[in-house]
């Protein structure tokens, strides 16, 4: 093997990238914090951070003000019972397009494979924050699992019709 | 007998034993079934009908198979006939195992204070529905096997009858080990279980685990035994069959010790790298991965042992053998070994090509995925892309290094090795999957970006540009390797060959019109170059000593059917390779070939010498129809998709 140089030279390419992976991972882990909120994206990127550190008093402060807000023990169950499981994805925020007060934001969410030999898949879905009357950016609408579906849905309180 | 009327004899004999037998038990059952409420007069009259029409179907069908075997010695012996005894006593006794295996597990299910339903076998059955199965398939077994040692006795003519019980004991061999591994799994699994969770899960492991291995050790011991004793009977070692065996048992405990060991290093990986995991989680996760691998880990370190002794004893020469017969039987042994080390290589490779996939993915989400928020998915796939690596990097480099050494050997065994067609498959094979692999991701390139050019960018055009870059660079390593790999070969097999080729001189014997002469040396130099040729006319009597030292003579069909005195001695006293054209001569007729051109003859004669130059045997004319080669096709096709679904099938109880 010694004189196979391209074999050494992959070999050695495979330990630099394993090295390079394993020095990002912890640089990023210890690296990451909260950042500022005066766009879209921060706003996003605070709600989800506040979401992977279970700070769930923080990303609910994100959420917009209007009718059928979930409330505060309502939106923390969702993810402490794993109805939303944030453990099982990683977010990528794309720049967002802003429209009288409204905002949409390309986000890729990032989904696992099973195990060593298969691989993950992403979807590229949106996200919408609106501008409350302070200029604040508060999310409006997230897909899942960032979000429940029937937040802001009216509950229909009506009683279920008796069958003939 | 014709072979037709024999097929539907044996095949209604089997069919109307198996509905007699069934149909009996069925009774017996119903029978012993006292408590039962309900259903009982249907279980009887279904029971009775089966007897009912299968005695006279099967008395009629199988005395006439007796009584041919009785008239006819030809007929005992036939293949079918062990076919249908082996299958029968296959069948009956197999049947007979698992109803034990049922009670055995049942009862194990119970004594351990689980609910019968929770046995993997028979969770709804009774005592005597078991002892009945056992006791009629033992009967029917005891009166097969009689029939079978009154066969054996009258001494079978030919190999049929030795080649089916070969294959019954190796089917009995397989069935017991994978009672052995399975079960040994399960007690493994169950630890695990017992030490990480709560509930009655870990009891129902064991008693499955004790069950399996209760019935299906003593059958491997028993039928291992057996098989290593028969041995010293040189068609037993030297058989095709035991070899195959010997090799998918290997190779199976390979690729599941592989996969196991990848999902193991997964989730240690997973729990190293930071992920919130109580000790119990951890436990049940690396639970089924560790009791897949460690059984089938000693699995494929034992029957590669075996392996390994059975390629000693193929290739076993006497103790007088001649150096040439010593090397010929060495580098048989090497072919032999090398379908092993290439299956191993190309798992690894693909394990690592994978691994370095998600290894890259990961570094282009984690530098350039806009304002990316590490999620815990992120620290999945590194652990995922190590896990892989961790696996399949060792694993390639153990089975490719030993080929690269062999294919760089000077000499005969390099020659060999370089040549050798499972080389030139695999190289090939991944030739085309990287350049394939290249081409697609190349285009999906282009294809994000003549996108963003014409105004539709993709979402997220940099980081999903980069993934395909990134893939189109692994083809591309992976091609360029192997296409180094293939042209160094190819220089020092070129080289090689022209050295053998230059020692090999050839003399064509040639009628006086100079046709016969030129095809030959048209299609000798066509073929190789360096080859040595001279041409001597024979109605110019025997060649001189100089000519005839040539290692191989080339001779027109014509001159052997009526050769000159001087040319007879001449070509009796030769002592290097004679090979005939079959050219036309009055009164003579060749039974292959005749029909050629002498073109067609000359090219075929060319093909003969290069093989003989190169230390190999003239192949055989080649007889199948290529209606022969296209089932042998799907065929194998056939098999390629039965492999991928039994792959398919382990990884999904590996992922599971």
Same mark, same amino acid.
Request: proline share 5%; glycine share 8%.
């Given at each position: 093997?010694?004189? &196979?140089? %391209?074999?050494? *030279?992959? !070999?050695?390419?495979?330990?630099?990238?394993?090295? /390079? $992976?394993?020095?990002?991972?912890?640089?990023?882990?210890?690296?990451?914090?909260?950042?500022?909120?005066?766009?879209?994206?921060?706003?996003?990127?605070?709600?989800?951070?506040?979401?992977?550190?279970?700070?769930?008093?923080?990303?609910?402060?994100?959420?917009?003000?209007?009718?059928?807000?979930?409330?505060? &023990?309502? %939106?923390?169950? *969702?993810? !402490?019972?794993?109805?939303?499981?944030?453990?099982? /994805? $990683?977010?990528?925020?794309?720049?967002?397009?802003?429209?009288?007060?409204?905002?949409?934001?390309?986000?890729?969410?990032?989904?696992?494979?099973?195990?060593?030999?298969?691989?993950?898949?992403?979807?590229?879905?949106?996200?919408?924050?609106?501008?409350?009357?302070?200029?604040?950016?508060?999310?409006?609408?997230?897909?899942?699992?960032?979000?429940?579906?029937?937040?802001?849905?009216?509950?229909?309180?009506?009683?279920?019709?008796?069958?003939? | 007998?014709?072979?037709?009327?024999?097929?539907?004899?044996?095949?209604?004999?089997?069919?109307?034993?198996?509905?007699?037998?069934?149909?009996?038990?069925?009774?017996?059952?119903?029978?012993?079934?006292?408590?039962?409420?309900?259903?009982?007069?249907?279980?009887?009259?279904?029971?009775?009908?089966?007897?009912?029409?299968?005695?006279?179907?099967?008395?009629?069908?199988?005395?006439?198979?007796?009584?041919?075997?009785?008239?006819?010695?030809?007929?005992?012996?036939?293949?079918?006939?062990?076919?249908?005894?082996?299958?029968?006593?296959?069948?009956?006794?197999?049947?007979?195992?698992?109803?034990?295996?049922?009670?055995?597990?049942?009862?194990?299910?119970?004594?351990?204070?689980?609910?019968?339903?929770?046995?993997?076998?028979?969770?709804?059955?009774?005592?005597?529905?078991?002892?009945?199965?056992?006791?009629?398939?033992?009967?029917?077994?005891?009166?097969?096997?009689?029939?079978?040692?009154?066969?054996?006795?009258?001494?079978?003519?030919?190999?049929?009858?030795?080649?089916?019980?070969?294959?019954?004991?190796?089917?009995?061999?397989?069935?017991?080990?994978?009672?052995?591994?399975?079960?040994?799994?399960?007690?493994?699994?169950?630890?695990?279980?017992?030490?990480?969770?709560?509930?009655?899960?870990?009891?129902?492991?064991?008693?499955?685990?004790?069950?399996?291995?209760?019935?299906?050790?003593?059958?491997?011991?028993?039928?291992?035994?057996?098989?290593?004793?028969?041995?010293?009977?040189?068609?037993?070692?030297?058989?095709?069959?035991?070899?195959?065996?010997?090799?998918?048992?290997?190779?199976?405990?390979?690729?599941?010790?592989?996969?196991?060991?990848?999902?193991?290093?997964?989730?240690?990986?997973?729990?190293?790298?930071?992920?919130?995991?109580?000790?119990?989680?951890?436990?049940?996760?690396?639970?089924?991965?560790?009791?897949?691998?460690?059984?089938?880990?000693?699995?494929?370190?034992?029957?590669?042992?075996?392996?390994?002794?059975?390629?000693?004893?193929?290739?076993?020469?006497?103790?007088?053998?001649?150096?040439?017969?010593?090397?010929?039987?060495?580098?048989?042994?090497?072919?032999?070994?090398?379908?092993?080390?290439?299956?191993?290589?190309?798992?690894?490779?693909?394990?690592?090509?994978?691994?370095?996939?998600?290894?890259?993915?990961?570094?282009?989400?984690?530098?350039?995925?806009?304002?990316?928020?590490?999620?815990?998915?992120?620290?999945?796939?590194?652990?995922?892309?190590?896990?892989?690596?961790?696996?399949?990097?060792?694993?390639?480099?153990?089975?490719?290094?030993?080929?690269?050494?062999?294919?760089?050997?000077?000499?005969?065994?390099?020659?060999?090795?370089?040549?050798?067609?499972?080389?030139?498959?695999?190289?090939?094979?991944?030739?085309?999957?990287?350049?394939?692999?290249?081409?697609?991701?190349?285009?999906?390139?282009?294809?994000?970006?003549?996108?963003?050019?014409?105004?539709?960018?993709?979402?997220?055009?940099?980081?999903?540009?980069?993934?395909?870059?990134?893939?189109?660079?692994?083809?591309?390593?992976?091609?360029?390797?192997?296409?180094?790999?293939?042209?160094?070969?190819?220089?020092?097999?070129?080289?090689?060959?022209?050295?053998?080729?230059?020692?090999?001189?050839?003399?064509?014997?040639?009628?006086?019109?100079?046709?016969?002469?030129?095809?030959?040396?048209?299609?000798?130099?066509?073929?190789?170059?360096?080859?040595?040729?001279?041409?001597?006319?024979?109605?110019?009597?025997?060649?001189?000593?100089?000519?005839?030292?040539?290692?191989?003579?080339?001779?027109?069909?014509?001159?052997?059917?009526?050769?000159?005195?001087?040319?007879?001695?001449?070509?009796?006293?030769?002592?290097?390779?004679?090979?005939?054209?079959?050219?036309?001569?009055?009164?003579?007729?060749?039974?292959?070939?005749?029909?050629?051109?002498?073109?067609?003859?000359?090219?075929?004669?060319?093909?003969?010498?290069?093989?003989?130059?190169?230390?190999?045997?003239?192949?055989?004319?080649?007889?199948?129809?290529?209606?022969?080669?296209?089932?042998?096709?799907?065929?194998?096709?056939?098999?390629?998709?039965?492999?991928?679904?039994?792959?398919?099938?382990?990884?999904?109880?590996?992922?599971?």
């Amino acid at each position: 093997m010694k004189e &196979d140089r %391209f074999l050494l *030279a992959i !070999l050695a390419g495979i330990g630099l990238l394993v090295l /390079a $992976a394993l020095g990002l991972f912890f640089m990023r882990q210890q690296g990451q914090d909260y950042g500022p909120e005066d766009s879209p994206e921060g706003v996003l990127r605070n709600y989800i951070f506040a979401l992977e550190n279970e700070d769930y008093a923080r990303a609910y402060s994100y959420l917009y003000e209007a009718a059928n807000k979930p409330d505060f &023990d309502q %939106f923390q169950r *969702a993810f !402490l019972n794993q109805r939303l499981d944030t453990a099982n /994805a $990683a977010v990528q925020i794309g720049e967002a397009r802003r429209n009288n007060g409204e905002a949409i934001v390309p986000l890729v969410i990032i989904h696992p494979g099973s195990g060593p030999f298969s691989e993950g898949y992403r979807e590229t879905v949106n996200g919408q924050l609106r501008q409350n009357a302070e200029g604040k950016w508060q999310i409006s609408s997230l897909p899942y699992p960032l979000w429940e579906w029937n937040w802001y849905t009216p509950a229909t309180s009506e009683p279920a019709k008796p069958l003939p | 007998m014709p072979t037709i009327r024999r097929l539907y004899l044996y095949a209604v004999s089997f069919v109307s034993l198996e509905t007699v037998l069934w149909g009996a038990i069925g009774l017996l059952r119903s029978i012993f079934a006292g408590e039962e409420i309900g259903g009982s007069v249907s279980r009887l009259a279904g029971a009775l009908s089966l007897i009912l029409v299968g005695i006279p179907v099967f008395l009629l069908h199988w005395l006439l198979a007796q009584r041919g075997a009785a008239r006819d010695a030809q007929d005992r012996s036939a293949r079918l006939r062990a076919v249908f005894l082996y299958g029968t006593l296959l069948a009956t006794l197999v049947a007979a195992a698992q109803n034990l295996l049922a009670l055995i597990a049942r009862s194990l299910t119970l004594a351990l204070g689980a609910d019968a339903w929770q046995a993997f076998l028979g969770g709804s059955q009774s005592l005597a529905d078991n002892l009945v199965a056992v006791f009629l398939n033992a009967v029917i077994a005891a009166y097969i096997y009689t029939v079978l040692r009154g066969d054996w006795q009258a001494s079978p003519q030919g190999d049929d009858f030795l080649e089916t019980r070969r294959l019954y004991n190796y089917l009995w061999m397989l069935y017991s080990l994978a009672l052995v591994v399975f079960g040994s799994q399960q007690l493994l699994n169950s630890l695990f279980s017992l030490a990480g969770a709560v509930g009655g899960m870990g009891r129902v492991l064991i008693a499955n685990g004790i069950s399996m291995l209760l019935v299906g050790t003593p059958i491997w011991v028993f039928t291992w035994t057996l098989i290593q004793r028969s041995l010293f009977e040189p068609p037993e070692a030297l058989s095709t069959l035991r070899l195959v065996i010997l090799y998918g048992l290997t190779l199976a405990g390979a690729i599941t010790v592989l996969g196991a060991s990848g999902t193991l290093a997964y989730q240690i990986l997973r729990f190293l790298l930071g992920e919130d995991m109580p000790a119990a989680t951890l436990l049940s996760r690396v639970g089924s991965p560790f009791s897949l691998a460690l059984p089938f880990g000693v699995v494929w370190l034992y029957y590669r042992r075996a392996l390994d002794a059975g390629i000693r004893t193929l290739t076993l020469t006497g103790p007088e053998a001649t150096p040439a017969e010593l090397q010929a039987a060495e580098l048989r042994a090497a072919s032999l070994r090398r379908v092993y080390h290439y299956v191993l290589s190309l798992l690894g490779l693909g394990a690592t090509f994978m691994g370095l996939h998600l290894l890259l993915t990961f570094l282009i989400d984690s530098l350039v995925g806009g304002q990316a928020v590490f999620g815990s998915a992120l620290r999945d796939n590194l652990a995922a892309s190590l896990a892989a690596l961790v696996v399949g990097l060792p694993l390639w480099l153990l089975a490719w290094r030993p080929l690269l050494r062999e294919a760089a050997l000077p000499g005969e065994m390099g020659d060999h090795a370089r040549r050798s067609t499972l080389r030139k498959g695999y190289l090939f094979l991944v030739l085309f999957v990287a350049v394939i692999g290249l081409m697609f991701s190349a285009g999906a390139v282009l294809f994000q970006l003549l996108s963003a050019l014409l105004g539709d960018p993709p979402p997220d055009l940099l980081a999903g540009t980069l993934r395909l870059v990134e893939v189109m660079l692994l083809f591309a390593l992976l091609l360029g390797y192997h296409w180094q790999t293939l042209r160094a070969d190819n220089r020092l097999a070129e080289r090689a060959l022209a050295r053998a080729h230059a020692q090999f001189p050839v003399l064509v014997l040639a009628p006086d019109n100079g046709e016969f002469a030129n095809h030959l040396v048209v299609a000798l130099q066509r073929e190789a170059a360096e080859l040595p040729v001279a041409a001597h006319l024979y109605s110019q009597g025997a060649p001189d000593e100089t000519l005839s030292a040539a290692r191989a003579v080339i001779l027109p069909g014509e001159l052997l059917a009526k050769p000159s005195e001087a040319m007879r001695l001449w070509l009796q006293g030769f002592n290097g390779a004679r090979l005939v054209v079959p050219t036309s001569a009055p009164g003579w007729h060749w039974i292959f070939g005749s029909g050629r051109t002498l073109t067609a003859g000359a090219n075929r004669a060319a093909r003969a010498v290069r093989h003989l130059a190169e230390g190999e045997e003239v192949p055989p004319p080649r007889e199948a129809s290529p209606w022969m080669e296209l089932v042998y096709i799907f065929a194998a096709l056939f098999a390629a998709q039965l492999l991928l679904g039994v792959v398919g099938l382990t990884m999904s109880l590996l992922t599971r």
